[in-house]
């Protein structure tokens, strides 16, 4: 129905910056809002930032003032500044809208960020 796919992702310093990518393809007029997730060494997944077709934003306290969520037609990105070693993760990318009538949600198959010295 929805697939996507990532890009974007590396090593970096502490300090440094990333830009994700994620392009979805398919029944993309029924995603109402996309984000991001990630998944550290030994946790569980959690949200990063979502944005809605208005283009409404929410953020994790954790990276509030340092990434920032776009939107652009069927691409969304993630803008990371300053990261530092707690933001080593898997980042996935996801889609959540609905066709006819049911609910559904897409994952991408993950990006690693690795943020170290």
């Known amino acids: 129905q929805v697939q996507l796919v990532e890009s974007g992702g590396g090593l970096v310093q502490p300090g440094g910056s990333l830009r994700l990518s994620c392009a979805a393809s398919?029944?993309?007029?029924?995603?109402?809002?996309m984000g991001w997730y990630r998944q550290g060494p030994g946790n569980q997944r959690e949200a990063v930032a979502t944005?809605?077709?208005?283009?409404s934003t929410n953020y994790a306290d954790s990276v509030k003032g340092r990434f920032t969520i776009s939107r652009d037609k069927n691409t969304v990105y993630l803008q990371m500044n300053s990261l530092n070693p707690e933001d080593t993760a898997v980042y996935y990318c996801?889609?959540?809208?609905?066709?006819?009538?049911?609910?559904?949600?897409?994952w991408g198959q993950g990006t690693q960020v690795t943020v170290s010295s």
């Open positions: 996801n889609a959540r809208g609905v066709i006819a009538g049911t609910s559904f949600g897409s």
């Open positions: 398919g029944i993309i007029f029924s995603i109402n809002t």
């Open positions: 944005i809605s077709t208005s283009g």
